[in-house]
Structures are given as C-alpha cells and as structure tokens.
C-alpha cells in the first residue's frame, strides 16, 4: 500500500473509531434523559461507524489470522500507555492544575496497568492453545478498573460501590 493511501486510512480509521465512541456515549445520555428514540439513533450510526473502522482496520493489514499476534498488539498498545502517554498526559495536567483531567488520565493509566497483565497473562495461554480462563470481568463504570470473577466490594481506584461494576 501506498503511504499516503495508508495515512489516509489511517486517519479514516482513527475518525471512525472516535465517531463511534462519542455516538454510544451520546446514546447512554439521550437514553438517561428519556429520549429513547434519539439514543436509538446514535446507536445505529455508531455501529455504522463501526463497520467502517473494521473495513479500514482490515486493509491496513492489522487483524492477523495468529492470535499471538493480535494479543501483542494489544500489550503494546497498553504498554504504551503505561509507560508514555498518559505519564505525559497526567504531567501535563497537573503542570497546568486541571483537576479533573488528572484525575481521568490517573483512572485510564491504573486500568491500563491491570489490561497489560491480563493480555500478557492471556498471550501465555494463548501460547499454550488455551482459552482465557475467567469466567467473568467486571469493569467499574467510573474509573475502567478491571477485576477477574467478583467485584471488589469497593473499587481500590475511585471507591465505587460493588453494584456499580459491569459484568462481562
């Protein structure tokens, strides 16, 4: 592939990708407000933006058939941003005193930290032939903690409540 075309995929991957997101989180606040219909429709376009991220993602050769290979992308990908991005991102925060930005690069980096054990954790068994072994993963919807089988009674990062975690 070219390397404008793949810049240009690139972008078009990363625009659809963050399309995507902001559409589902508009979704849940249309729905909190009652708007039902609306949060319907930001859902819908959503998974369009989606679908057009994963056609990108596809041409730029990223999804390998090895699942060794997807498993490390996913470790570097959160390595980087335990050891990089969001050390950069919270010194920047704090630098400039924005409270609430270093408290959301502080959640993202702790969660970040426990997603690479669980991918390392995950490459081994993959390795091996194996299937991950937890049966369930609960993510707190406040700070993205991430626990293997039972909640904590009280999240270590931000102390949500147990009954606020999301099971997966």
Same mark, same amino acid.
Request: overall charge negative; aromatic content about 12%.
């Given at each position: 592939?070219?390397?404008m075309?793949? /810049?240009?995929l ?36 959503a998974?369009?933006?989606?679908v057009?991220?994963?056609n ?14 997807n498993? /490390? ?22 630098? /400039? ?25 995950a ?19 406040i ?16 102390g ?9």
């Amino acid at each position: 592939m070219r390397d404008m075309t793949k /810049q240009f995929l690139e972008a078009a991957f990363a625009g659809e990708s963050m399309a995507h997101m902001k559409y589902l989180i508009f979704s849940e606040e249309a729905e909190k407000k009652g708007l039902i219909k609306l949060s319907k429709l930001f859902k819908a376009i959503a998974y369009a933006e989606y679908v057009h991220a994963k056609n990108h993602f596809k041409v730029l050769k990223k999804l390998s058939d090895d699942m060794k290979e997807n498993v /490390q992308s996913c470790i570097d990908g959160e390595t980087f941003e335990i050891e990089e991005m969001y050390p950069v991102y919270k010194n920047a925060a704090e630098f /400039q005193e924005e409270k609430e930005a270093v408290r959301s690069t502080n959640y993202a980096l702790e969660a970040e930290k426990i997603h690479a054990e669980m991918y390392k954790k995950a490459k081994e068994l993959v390795e091996k032939g194996e299937d991950y072994p937890a049966e369930k993963i609960y993510i707190c919807p406040i700070c993205g903690y991430t626990v293997e089988d039972e909640a904590p009674e009280k999240c270590p990062v931000c102390g949500a409540p147990k009954d606020k975690f999301v099971e997966f």
